[in-house]
């Protein structure tokens, strides 16, 4: 079973340039979560779906981040304009949705991003 | 807000040592999370416990929750180079809340 797919793997631009990054998850599950890792720290929420919904965007700093899930299938998230403070490794992860709070998440391999 | 305290922040060990690694909180999780992350992939998860006290077992990792379900702890026996990685604790609550995980080296 093939596991979460993102793309691309890295990526450098400059600041205040736009960014994308796409992820496409294990296939049937229902939930998607995007995640920001800064260098050192675990893994900080940025939203999460369940099918085509943002149940969770909270953490989402939607002056400059956006999140589509079309068909609650793949996801992309976008960052326009890129700050260098954005810096960091992006990660997507899909869980089947059925357990709750004690479901579990598959993680994708995640985005470098470096913004100059 | 809830927040996970990991600690040690980083653990250098020699092959054959044991170690023990926990993870801290003021507040109450319904299930708290383990997982292991090498460098250039996203994490993995190891275990979730889910009652106050309960201890699982995976081959030479003892993974325990605090009666409280505010901490846990993760005990590995013998550690081989292998182990080496960094392990995060997850809190699930309203949402998942990680730590910022403890780097274990492990030296042949």
């Known amino acids: 079973e093939a596991g979460v797919v993102q793309s691309p793997r890295y990526k450098i631009i400059e600041k205040k340039q736009p960014v994308a990054f796409w992820c496409n998850p294990i296939?049937?599950?229902?939930?998607l979560y995007w995640y920001r890792q800064n260098l050192g720290q675990g893994p900080e929420l940025l939203i999460r779906y369940e099918n085509e919904e943002a149940v969770d965007d909270s953490q989402l700093p939607k002056d400059r981040f956006s999140a589509e899930r079309l068909k609650g299938v793949d996801s992309t998230l976008k960052i326009q304009p890129a700050e260098l403070g954005d810096s960091a490794v992006y990660l997507c992860a899909s869980s089947p949705g059925t357990s709750g709070a004690t479901d579990t998440q598959y993680f994708g391999p995640g985005t470098r991003l470096t913004v100059l | 807000t809830q927040l996970l305290e990991q600690s040690p922040q980083f653990l250098s060990i020699q092959e054959g040592e044991n170690l023990t690694v926990y993870c801290n909180s003021s507040?109450?999780?319904?299930?708290l999370q383990w997982y292991r992350q090498e460098p250039g992939e996203g994490p993995v998860l190891l275990v979730t416990v889910v009652t106050g006290g309960e201890v699982k077992k995976l081959k030479r990792l003892t993974f325990q929750f605090g009666d409280a379900r505010k901490d846990s702890s993760l005990h590995i026996t013998a550690a081989q180079p292998g182990d080496t990685g960094l392990y995060l604790c997850?809190?699930?609550?309203?949402?998942?809340?990680f730590g910022a995980g403890t780097r274990l080296f492990v030296k042949a």
């Open positions: 997850a809190g699930a609550g309203f949402k998942t809340i």
């Open positions: 296939s049937g599950h229902n939930t």
């Open positions: 507040s109450v999780f319904s299930s």
